[in-house]
């Protein structure tokens, strides 16, 4: 029981230095506090039969030591989880940051398109002058909805 304890606190002194969830704390604290009565218990009577309230005081310790115990894997087992979510997309960020993909915009604008779409527009001298410069430069101007994308 007692080499329990202290493979318990050997592992909890090895993870101060990370965030402990809100569900752990809770039971390092009534784990602490189960080791904290036993301590009292113990100083108090030191006899050779253990009394009823350190027996129930030993066998909750226990039982906290093994949902701990339980917990730990858990704990492993998401970060297990989370490495193999890493490794399956390496970089979500550049992911994020890349460009969309533009071809699914087009094929919705290309069928929001009638017949004669932008027919007035294409027969504008300006559009025609665009069109047939080299390294000439338009461009096209509107409010949010107006078309410019179904043009």
Do not use: C
Request: neutral net charge.
């Amino acid at each position: 029981m007692f080499d329990s304890l202290k493979r318990f606190l050997e592992r909890l002194s090895s993870r101060l230095d990370t965030p402990i969830k809100p569900a752990l704390r809770d039971y390092v604290k009534d784990i602490f506090f189960n080791l904290l009565v036993l301590l009292d218990d113990m100083k108090e009577k030191m006899t050779i039969a253990f009394p009823k309230r350190l027996r129930g005081t030993l066998a909750k310790l226990k039982q906290l030591l093994e949902e701990e115990s339980a917990m730990m894997n858990v704990e492993i087992l998401e970060q297990q989880a989370n490495i193999t979510d890493l490794l399956r997309d390496p970089d979500p960020v550049l992911r994020w940051l890349s460009a969309p993909d533009v071809s699914t915009s087009h094929d919705d604008a290309v069928n929001k398109r009638h017949g004669n779409s932008g027919g007035w527009f294409m027969s504008r001298d300006d559009y025609n002058k665009w069109k047939t410069e080299e390294n000439s430069f338009m461009w096209i101007h509107g409010m949010t909805g107006s078309g410019k994308t179904v043009l």
